[in-house]
């Protein structure tokens, strides 16, 4: 209490609290100094660098490119489990070495379902992936395919047909 009686707040003067309000509007008087608003200013800099830099590099990853249908190539690596992830590494390094992991999981998933999927499930799976196939070819379009020569060896629409025939067989559907 004698804290407060000497700063005289309750008095009629209020020379206490005069203070208090003084002090109060020299703390939001004061500005910043012109050497940090220089380092404000090159952290930002930096940091418009480093997002500058992480846009610009781009890499290349995914199963490369073979004489198939452009849409089975992986345009991206594949996000998986931990599980499913160390599961198809292992397999691929210790029992199906001629495979790389893509193939053996594509290999496992046909032959799951051609072995717990009916007919008609069977042709309704093919009727939309082949729509997401058709969704996917319309920005990124089949290519042909070319010998060096510049003969066309297969047009887009026989090599889009070969892998839709090609995906009939492996799940057990007459190819058409």
């Known amino acids: 209490m004698a804290d ?4 005289s707040i309750f008095s009629n003067t209020a020379n ?3 203070a208090i309000k003084k002090a109060s509007n020299n703390k939001n008087e004061i500005t910043p100094s012109p050497s940090i608003e220089k380092t404000n200013e090159i952290k ?5 660098t480093k997002e500058k830099t992480k ?7 995914g199963a490369p490119v073979k004489n198939l249908d452009r849409t089975h190539a992986s345009k991206q690596p594949i996000k998986l489990s931990a ?3 160390s599961t198809s590494r ?8 001629k495979l790389n992991k893509d193939e053996l999981l ?3 998933l046909d032959a799951y379902i051609k072995q717990n999927l009916t007919k008609e499930d069977k042709i309704d799976l093919l009727r939309d992936v ?4 058709n969704i996917f070819r319309e920005k990124n379009p089949t290519i042909e395919m070319i010998d060096e020569d510049g003969t066309v060896l297969k047009t887009a629409e026989e090599i889009e047909l070969e892998t839709e025939n090609e995906l009939r067989s492996r799940w057990g559907i007459e190819p058409r």
């Open 90 to 97: 292992s397999m691929v390094e210790k029992y199906e070495t």
């Open 4 to 7: 407060i009686k000497n700063m």
């Open 44 to 48: 930002r800099q930096m940091v418009v």
């Open 55 to 61: 846009r610009t590099i781009k890499r290349t990853v």
């Open 130 to 133: 082949t729509r997401d196939l």
């Open 16 to 18: 206490g609290m005069e």
């Open 83 to 85: 599980i499913l992830n």
């Open 106 to 108: 594509r290999k496992a």
